[in-house]
């Protein structure tokens, strides 16, 4: 399949789009060690994990990773950033691995990339599958109350810039992206996604046995307000 991110892949990193992933890494970290000090968070899947960012990121914290994304020019990327790092192509309903994890993310309203409800149930269960018990599922929703529809721009240097729109079509959201080299369109493509509600979320991480354990715009002291940041707890089953 060929999508926006295998187009979006050669500039995503130099955009600044993965900045976010950092700052949302950084924050976790601290939220890990302030709500659960004496639990062990040391092994971690990031799933839609696009070029690796925050998989770096755990790695350099000492976090053992790995990454899964449906994109296989997105993956490229990442492994060729993270070689150490194990890095699979491969949709995350889909997807299952005989491993268990202290807490799976999914970072950059990326499970909102799930249009179909019935993907996000699948995806809730291989998380469910994957999660050691009373694990954690760390991830962010778009609001899109307060995200702009207006065209806006990003230069990445004097010849190229992208021009990114956003429109609704019934439940999704769609982005628009176009990429120009000297005012030339090289591409264009558009990627959508579920505008979903936290409680709709909620229930049906619910209906698979997770609690939520904190929701916030304000991510663990980060000033970023425009995604909710969830942490889900799977309880024993
Ligand atoms: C906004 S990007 C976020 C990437 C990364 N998590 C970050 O924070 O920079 C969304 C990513 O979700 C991936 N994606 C979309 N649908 C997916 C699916 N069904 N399975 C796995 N990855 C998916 C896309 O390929 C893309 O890399």
Redesign the pocket.
């Known amino acids: 399949m060929h999508?926006?991110?295998?187009d979006?892949?050669k500039v995503?990193d130099e955009c600044g789009?993965?900045d976010?992933?950092l700052s949302?890494g950084k924050g976790m970290l601290k939220y890990l060690d302030l709500i659960h000090p004496d639990e062990s968070f040391k092994k971690n899947l990031?799933?839609?994990?696009?070029?690796?960012?925050?998989c770096g990121f755990f790695k350099d914290n000492g976090i053992k990773t790995k990454g899964?994304?449906?994109?296989n020019e997105?993956i490229k990327v990442a492994q060729s950033k993270y070689p150490d790092i194990e890095f699979v192509t491969?949709?995350?309903?889909?997807?299952s691995d005989d491993e268990t994890y202290d807490f799976i993310?999914?970072?950059?309203?990326?499970?909102q990339?799930?249009t179909n409800i019935d993907?996000i149930k699948k995806?809730i269960k291989n998380v469910n599958k994957l999660l050691r018990p009373n694990g954690l599922f760390i991830l962010d929703l778009n609001n899109f109350n307060l995200i702009s529809f207006e065209k806006s721009n990003k230069s990445l240097d004097e010849t190229r810039r992208l021009v990114y729109q956003l429109h609704r079509e019934n439940e999704l959201v769609c982005y628009n992206v176009k990429y120009y080299e000297n005012d030339e369109l090289l591409w264009e493509n558009n990627?959508f996604e579920l505008d979903i509600s936290v409680d709709e979320l909620t229930q049906m991480l619910n209906d698979e046995g997770f609690i939520l354990e904190s929701c916030s715009q304000h991510f663990f002291f980060e000033k970023q307000i425009k995604k909710w940041k969830l942490v889900y707890k799977k309880t024993d089953d």
Do not use: E, P, R
């Not at 999508?3 to 295998?6: A, P, R, S, W």
């Not at 990031?46 to 925050?54: F, M, V």
């Not at 993310?105 to 499970?111: E, M, R």
């Open positions: 999508d926006l991110y295998d979006f892949a995503y789009v993965d976010y992933s949302f990031d799933i839609c994990c696009g070029t690796g960012t925050l899964v994304d449906i994109s997105m491969c949709d995350v309903s889909k997807y993310t999914c970072s950059d309203d990326a499970l990339h799930i993907d995806t990627v």
